[in-house]
Nanobody
C-alpha cells in the first residue's frame, strides 16, 4: 500500500485547510486510516482516524474542529481542519493498516503504512 498526502500550506489563525491522502496498491475500505502530526521537537501524535470505514475517532486537541472522511470510490481520505490555531502547526502524516484493532487506533506503532507528510503552518 502506498499513501500520498497533500494539501498542506500556510494559513492564518482561524482559517481552514483540507488535507488529502490518496491510497493505492491494494488499499480497500476495510483498512483503518488515520492522521498523525508531528510538531518540531515533539512526539508524533494522533489526530483522527476512520476505523474500517465505520466509526471515526479524534484526538482531544482537535475534537470539534477537525473532521476525517473517506471516499472509498477514490481510495482517498480527507482531513478537514477548521478554526486552525498556531499550535496545529506540524507535519501531518496519513497512515493505514489492515488489521489494526480498535483499542490501538491511536498507537502510531500499530500502523504499517505511512505517507510522506505534508506541512501545515498556522501563523499570522
Amino acid at each position: 500500500v502506498q499513501l500520498q498526502a497533500s494539501g498542506g500550506g500556510m494559513v492564518q489563525p482561524g482559517g481552514s485547510l483540507r488535507l488529502s491522502c490518496a491510497a493505492s496498491g491494494g488499499f480497500s475500505r476495510t483498512y483503518t486510516v488515520a492522521w498523525f502530526r508531528q510538531a518540531a521537537e515533539k512526539e508524533r501524535e494522533f489526530v483522527a482516524a476512520n476505523f474500517r470505514s465505520q466509526n471515526t475517532y479524534y484526538g482531544d486537541s482537535v475534537k470539534g474542529r477537525f473532521t476525517i472522511s473517506r471516499d472509498n470510490a477514490k481510495n482517498t481520505v480527507y482531513l478537514q481542519m477548521n478554526s486552525l490555531k498556531p499550535e496545529d502547526t506540524a507535519v501531518y502524516y496519513c497512515a493505514a493498516d489492515r488489521s489494526l484493532i480498535l483499542s490501538s487506533i491511536g498507537a502510531k506503532s500499530q500502523y504499517d503504512y505511512w505517507g510522506q507528510g505534508t506541512q501545515v503552518t498556522v501563523s499570522s
